[in-house]
């Protein structure tokens, strides 16, 4: 496997702090304590037309995510180009950690569903790889 990317392993659901009395809910996250990276970009995407709809459908080289349901549910499939596993989103205090090398595919929204992500560097179009066998020509090689 190509030693700048991870593999399926390295990801998987994170958990924060949850604290709740008959007022609600609040869940907060701490700058090195509840992410395992540096947050540089936070970004969002809601009104998704329909359950339907397919969002992500690429991989990084170096980017670190974590993806989170703030409303409704999505699964994301993550593929390391050998293996591949779905997660299913549905609380907002749950997370999914997303490894360098990774290709994700988000799908399957609830109606008002808001995904967000907070990522470990800013926009760089060259980090991206969008067409999934040139994915597993990367990862393999």
């Known amino acids: 496997m190509n030693t700048k990317t ?35 970009r936070v970004y969002y995407s809601y009104d998704i037309p329909d359950v339907d709809s397919v969002r992500g459908a690429h991989g990084h080289k170096k980017l670190e995510q974590v993806i989170i349901a703030m409303s409704g549910s999505f699964s994301v499939t993550l593929s390391d180009g050998f293996c591949e596993k779905t997660f299913h989103l549905n609380r907002a205090w749950r997370g999914l950690y997303v490894a360098p090398g990774m290709w994700r595919l988000v799908e399957n929204f609830s109606s008002g569903a808001v995904c967000m992500v907070l990522a470990s560097a800013l926009y760089n179009p060259d980090d991206y790889i969008r067409d999934y066998d040139a994915f597993c020509q990367y990862v393999r090689a």
Do not use: M, Y
Not at 7 to 36: M, W, Y
């Open 6 to 40: 991870g593999n399926l392993t390295q990801c998987g659901i994170v958990e924060f702090p949850k604290v709740s009395d008959d007022r609600g809910s609040l869940t907060f996250l701490e700058a090195g304590h509840h992410i395992p990276f540096e947050i540089k």
